[in-house]
């Protein structure tokens, strides 16, 4: 029957999707089985709507091919994520509202932004403690991305101790800091005391830059 047919067509490509391999010829498979151009053109009453239609269609296929290359373990959950991002951020700018995006090195892939923040840059955090060899290479490669991600500016902190377990720890450098060039670096020393008024001043002043290159932005 046809809902025979419906459920088995439906469950044969969410096994396929879930495999997340060749998700773009997956999903351009789907489109031919169903002839969901032909629907298009038959749905829409000019061909300049429908032609429309069919190059957006095109193109979420090329995106999630894209998508897929530049994944490890590319998933259509991580694609639609990506991708509800992406709308978050452009919506965002067209509106002309100022903000900050808080994300991760794998949602930040394909993204880019005037001014980038990146915290924590230390050890048993990046790279993380519990990484094997194999996962400190994937974790430098995830560092990699998300410093490629600042257009004009890029700041990288860490902490000179966190409390662990109930007690202070003095930080270490993440390695990953070590292999960024010299002469693109310049050094910022916090770690001198400052008295309330001063520090109320920097914060002051470190806002103010941020502002300004956000609307040079």
Same mark, same amino acid.
């Given at each position: 029957?046809?809902?025979?047919?419906? @459920?088995?067509?439906?469950?044969?490509?969410?096994?396929?999707?879930?495999?997340?391999?060749?998700?773009?010829?997956?999903?351009?498979?789907?489109?031919?089985?169903?002839?969901?151009?032909?629907?298009?053109?038959?749905?829409?009453?000019?061909?300049?709507?429908?032609?429309?239609?069919?190059?957006?269609?095109?193109?979420?296929?090329?995106?999630?091919?894209?998508?897929?290359?530049?994944?490890?373990?590319?998933?259509?959950?991580? @694609?639609?994520?990506?991708?509800?991002?992406?709308?978050?951020?452009?919506?965002?700018?067209?509106?002309?509202?100022?903000?900050?995006?808080?994300?991760? @090195?794998?949602?930040?892939?394909?993204?880019?932004?005037?001014?980038?923040?990146?915290?924590?840059?230390?050890?048993?955090?990046?790279?993380?403690?519990?990484?094997?060899?194999?996962?400190?290479?994937?974790?430098?490669?995830?560092?990699?991305?998300?410093?490629?991600?600042?257009?004009?500016?890029?700041?990288?902190?860490?902490?000179?101790?966190?409390?662990?377990?109930?007690?202070?720890?003095?930080?270490?450098?993440?390695?990953?800091?070590?292999?960024?060039?010299?002469?693109?670096?310049?050094?910022?020393?916090? @770690?001198?005391?400052?008295?309330?008024?001063?520090?109320?001043?920097?914060?002051?002043?470190?806002?103010?830059?941020?502002?300004?290159?956000?609307?040079?932005?």
């Amino acid at each position: 029957t046809s809902a025979e047919n419906l @459920f088995e067509l439906i469950s044969r490509y969410r096994d396929m999707f879930r495999e997340g391999r060749e998700m773009g010829k997956t999903l351009k498979a789907l489109i031919d089985e169903i002839d969901y151009r032909d629907y298009i053109i038959k749905l829409y009453k000019t061909p300049e709507t429908a032609f429309r239609k069919i190059e957006n269609l095109n193109g979420l296929v090329d995106s999630i091919t894209r998508y897929e290359s530049g994944e490890d373990s590319p998933s259509l959950h991580g @694609f639609l994520e990506t991708m509800a991002l992406t709308d978050l951020i452009k919506e965002k700018e067209e509106k002309g509202g100022r903000g900050v995006t808080l994300i991760s @090195f794998h949602s930040s892939k394909g993204l880019e932004f005037p001014v980038v923040f990146i915290a924590g840059t230390e050890e048993d955090i990046l790279p993380h403690r519990k990484s094997a060899d194999k996962g400190i290479e994937e974790e430098r490669r995830l560092f990699y991305v998300g410093i490629t991600r600042a257009m004009d500016e890029l700041y990288i902190t860490y902490t000179e101790q966190r409390l662990k377990y109930g007690k202070k720890t003095r930080s270490v450098p993440s390695r990953f800091l070590e292999e960024i060039p010299e002469e693109v670096v310049s050094r910022i020393d916090r @770690f001198e005391e400052l008295d309330p008024e001063e520090e109320k001043a920097y914060v002051k002043k470190l806002y103010a830059n941020l502002m300004a290159k956000l609307e040079d932005g």
